[in-house]
């Protein structure tokens, strides 16, 4: 079995982090945090799910409050990978519904994502024209793609 390597403690008040190991860089950075639980689990799971699913495997650790003071909690149980689609073993193919089901909550992440690089960028009060644009953009692009250009969103708004 792999030890994970040891997880920083998170900067700030005690509230729940999840990070994430990124071996390539040989470094943790923040996947979500929230001042509740809730949210960062879920969030865990939707990014342990994406990272599988590009063959990545994902090392996570889980920081909160106890006490008033940080604390490591043991990572969430990652479920196993998703076996492989029944067509493709040559059981039934999925159902109708599940590719645009899929399809359809990329295109909602995607949305999200590219919302939070213009808040990041202080661009909050959008015009009908402009939530166009932004759902146009989700449509289109590739997650990869999407990702960039809210990065250089938050870098224009501040971030760094």
């Given at each position: 079995m792999q030890k994970r390597p040891?997880?920083?403690?998170?900067?700030?008040?005690?509230?729940?982090v999840a990070m994430f190991?990124?071996?390539s860089l040989d470094s943790w950075t923040v996947?979500?945090?929230?001042p509740d639980r809730a949210p960062v689990?879920?969030?865990?799971?939707?990014?342990?799910?994406t990272l599988r699913a590009r063959g990545e495997e994902a090392t996570v650790a889980l920081w909160g409050p106890r006490?008033?003071?940080?604390?490591?909690?043991?990572?969430p149980a990652a479920k196993e990978p998703a076996p492989a689609?029944?067509?493709?073993?040559?059981?039934?193919?999925?159902?109708?519904?599940?590719?645009?089901?899929?399809?359809?909550?990329?295109t909602g992440r995607r949305h999200q994502v590219l919302l939070a690089g213009l808040g990041k960028a202080g661009l909050y009060d959008l015009s009908a024209e402009?939530?166009?644009?932004?759902?146009?953009m989700a449509e289109r692009l590739d997650e990869p793609t999407v990702r960039r250009v809210a990065h250089w969103l938050s870098v224009a708004g501040g971030e760094r």
């Open positions: 040891p997880c920083p403690r998170p900067p700030g008040a005690p509230r729940w190991h990124q071996p996947g979500a945090e929230s689990l879920y969030a865990v799971g939707d990014m342990t799910q006490g008033g003071a940080w604390h490591l909690f043991d990572a689609p029944a067509a493709a073993t040559g059981g039934p193919a999925p159902g109708p519904g599940e590719p645009a089901k899929l399809a359809e909550r990329m402009d939530g166009e644009a932004v759902r146009t």
